[in-house]
């Protein structure tokens, strides 16, 4: 079965403290992306990555980090630096036509 | 003002209803136009994508561009309960070089219920 997985469904965090969240994906897709959605908002895009090894900011970069050290896989740090983590966080990839993004199932975010 | 506006409703309607969703943009550079279905607390699904002006047909869904009003629609026929969910539209822009990058930008999404 392709697709994407993320995990944990849910996630706490204390204040102060770094969490990852994890997204894999298998369709052998060069490009991935990290979106955080809020009530009542769209999506918006944190950062994205277009090959392994390389990544860009997005729109709300600050307090979040990543890493693309394989093609399958494309963590996102929340730091303690990102003062309102609490969001849906989805993850999805895409494959030359860029614009047809395949979504995971999303990692639910709460702060203690 | 933002780059992609879409009334997040909700959206009421019976089933059968024809509904139309819209977005309305700001930026001429946006090429790529497309819808998303997300069902409550999963990831969206893509619907529809469109490049040109014009109407674009799938099944019971027509997706529908007018770049010169800058103005997006989607329009479900005979619509069910089982499309009740948050419809998202999204739209990219064409950099130099002619690629997008796939960064898009999402409207706010519409919660449509349709009910028996």
């Known amino acids: 079965d392709g697709g994407i997985t993320q995990s944990p469904k849910y996630l706490f965090r204390k204040e102060g403290q770094n969490v990852t969240l994890s997204c894999e994906q298998n369709l052998n897709h060069d490009a991935m992306y990290w979106y955080r959605q809020d009530p009542g908002q769209g999506l918006r895009l944190i950062y994205y990555?277009?090959?392994?090894?390389?990544?860009q900011k997005g729109d709300i970069a600050e307090g979040y980090s990543v890493s693309r050290e394989k093609k399958e896989s494309f963590p996102l740090t929340v730091t303690s630096a990102q003062k309102n983590p609490t969001a849906f966080y989805l993850c999805a990839s895409s494959q030359g036509d860029r614009e047809t993004q395949y979504f995971g199932p999303g990692t639910r975010l709460l702060v203690l | 003002q933002k780059e992609v506006e879409q009334d997040p409703g909700p959206l009421s309607v019976p089933e059968g209803a024809i509904v139309s969703l819209n977005c309305t943009y700001s930026?001429?550079?946006?090429?790529?136009f497309m819808w998303y279905r997300q069902y409550s607390r999963k990831g969206p699904e893509l619907l529809m994508y469109t490049y040109s002006s014009g109407n674009k047909e799938d099944g019971r869904f027509t997706a529908q561009v007018d770049k010169s009003s800058k103005y997006i629609s989607l329009f479900i026929r005979d619509s069910q309960p089982s499309d009740s969910a948050t419809y998202l539209c999204?739209?990219?822009?064409?950099?130099?070089?002619?690629?997008?990058?796939?960064?898009?930008?999402f409207g706010q999404g519409t919660i449509l219920t349709v009910h028996p």
């Open positions: 990555s277009q090959i392994v090894n390389d990544f």
């Open positions: 930026n001429s550079a946006f090429q790529y």
């Open positions: 999204a739209m990219s822009a064409v950099h130099a070089g002619g690629t997008s990058y796939g960064k898009l930008t």
